[in-house]
């Protein structure tokens, strides 16, 4: 579906996710702003803007994915290059939202890195964010600017009632940490199947070790539900555990599709028969392998994008 706009409308991309910021500017019926993005020889980034913007209503497309603080940066720069050249609002569009998962001293003389970030973000001129499935809503409340957090859930829920219609009546939801539960059960409540949680020890970050699960796989088909899969550790894991009390078959699905180190390979050699992810973070052509299924947000964005320009309610995008 394409939706039509107002002509004061303006959609500027960045580097890290520039397919889907094209394909949300077509779903506007717009194309994207001319501008360039690149860096000088010591590293330094420089921003081009090659048309007027003056008074204009500006969506700025970028997820703060890896690189994170080049990607960060160049946010940064261009939302100031936006407020220089007298932009009426500035939207960040940021479809994942980096230093997420800092959001909160969990031993003493811990950062917030993401409370910084909303500082940061603001401070360089931003007038609004538009994100998706924050690792956590509270991180909302860091800005002091409007923020609208889409939800990835019903894109996944969709794809699964789409792909197995009646045959979900043989399915349970598991959420693969104790954090994941409302998430999960959210998602289970809308394919109306079961609900079983892992209950798990981290002994350090990025390192998880399955502690036990709690409710009923055995004969089940399941399906893993996280925010966002990063080394892959917890997920894959958690299928093989999955798989080791008796489920016939794991999926899993997750928002955002970090995947660093040695997530694919991990993911590769698991029980996972198929990772459904959203295109929130660009997936390079070396992390693109047969059990991986990409569904696409762009959709969802530009009609969010639209809401917020016509000044109209975006709740029922949240549905």
């Known amino acids: 579906m394409i939706y ?3 002509s004061n409308i303006k959609v500027f991309a960045c580097n890290s996710n520039h397919d889907l910021a094209e394909s949300i ?10 501008a360039e993005v690149e860096k000088f020889s010591d590293g330094e980034i420089s921003v081009k803007i090659n048309e007027t913007i003056r008074g ?7 997820s703060t994915s890896y690189p994170v603080n080049d990607n960060l940066m160049e946010l940064l720069i261009m939302i100031d290059a936006m407020k220089r050249a007298s932009a009426g609002r500035i939207t960040a569009v940021m479809p994942y939202y980096g230093y997420a998962r800092q959001d909160r001293k969990a031993r003493a003389r811990d950062p917030i890195s993401a409370k910084l970030v909303a500082n940061i973000l603001t401070s360089a001129g931003a007038n609004r964010v538009l994100t998706m499935d924050l690792h956590c809503a509270q991180i909302q409340g860091f800005f002091d ?34 954090g994941s539960v409302t998430r999960t059960r959210t998602f289970a409540e809308r394919l109306n199947i079961p609900l079983a949680i892992i ?64 997530a694919i390979q991990r993911i590769q050699d698991s029980a996972i028969t198929e990772l459904l992810v959203l295109d929130t ?23 969010a994008i639209k809401c917020i320009h016509e000044g109209v309610s975006i709740s029922q995008l949240f549905d």
């Open 25 to 34: 500017a077509k779903k506007l019926g717009l194309k994207l702003g001319d």
């Open 4 to 6: 039509s706009t107002g």
């Open 199 to 262: 209950d798990k020890r981290r002994p350090k970050a990025n390192v998880s070790e399955i502690m036990n699960i709690i409710g009923d796989v055995k004969g089940k088909k399941v399906i893993l539900v996280d925010d966002m899969i990063d080394t892959a550790g917890t997920i894959t894991n958690a299928a093989n555990a999955l798989k080791e009390r008796g489920a016939v078959e794991v999926d899993a699905c997750c928002t955002h599709a970090v995947l660093s180190g040695p």
């Open 145 to 178: 600017i409007p923020v609208d957090n889409l939800v990835g859930s019903p894109l996944l829920t969709s794809f699964y009632i789409n792909k197995y219609g009646d045959d979900l009546q043989n399915f349970v939801a598991v959420s693969p940490d104790l």
């Open 56 to 62: 204009a209503d500006v969506f700025i497309i970028q």
């Open 281 to 303: 973070i660009e997936l390079p052509e070396d992390k693109k392998i047969d059990k991986i299924t990409s569904v696409s947000v762009d959709d969802l964005f530009a009609n």
